[in-house]
């Protein structure tokens, strides 16, 4: 083959040129395909901590919020509530909260940073099924050692208003209670050690 008065720098021009629009054009397939294996927004946000403001919470009421995928449960406690928590220590399976999963800081009778504010993960530690708030006194239902709590309606188990497992239900432990802390005394982040400082 003869390539006499061939222009090679046309040929170099369109060899680089098409170098150029091949890899160009491999990157525009890569990016979504390496895109589409990275954790999506929605759940990457799953796992961030959640502030939740509690300044409009009446006395009594409980208020609930998604962290993690699991709903959490924040009760504003009335001080008849807290009377009563010590009254039923001999009919709890932990009262103490040593086997349960909780952080330092609310590793107490209360089960709280704060003793009128309750926070707990809202699934029973039995088979993960969300407990009904039930915070009335003695229901016909419930009988008369009903002081209000939580009542599992998939497999009967009691917690009391700190979260605190009854003996004699299929729930082995109490509540677990997520890491939080308070910004201020109306503002909570769920998710975030009260350890943590913040930026």
């Avoid at 021009?13 to 098409?18: G, I, M, R, V, W």
Wanted: proline fraction near 9%; charge should be neutral; charged fraction near 20%.
């Amino acid at each position: 083959m003869n390539n006499e008065g061939v222009d090679k720098s046309k040929r170099q021009f369109l060899t680089s040129a098409l170098t150029v629009v091949g890899a160009v054009g491999t990157g525009y397939l890569a990016v979504p395909f390496l895109a589409q294996m990275q954790p999506s927004t929605k759940a990457m946000a799953a796992g961030a901590p959640v502030q939740v403001d509690i300044s409009k919470m009446e006395t009594g009421q409980l208020i609930r919020v998604a962290w993690r995928g699991k709903p959490v449960w924040i009760v504003n406690r009335t001080e008849e509530v807290l009377a009563t928590l010590s009254t039923l220590n001999d009919k709890l399976r932990d009262p103490l909260s040593n086997e349960s999963t909780q952080p330092p800081y609310s590793k107490n009778p209360n089960r709280s940073i704060k003793p009128d504010i309750f926070i707990a993960v809202g699934l029973c530690t039995h088979l993960g099924c969300s407990p009904t708030f039930r915070p009335e006194i003695a229901p016909v239902d419930l009988g008369n050692d009903w002081k209000g709590g939580f009542f599992c309606p998939c497999h009967g188990s009691w917690f009391d208003l700190a979260g605190r497992v009854y003996r004699g239900v299929p729930a082995p432990t109490n509540l677990e209670i997520p890491p939080h802390r308070y910004v201020s005394d109306s503002l909570i982040i769920i998710g975030e050690d009260t350890m943590e400082k913040t930026a």
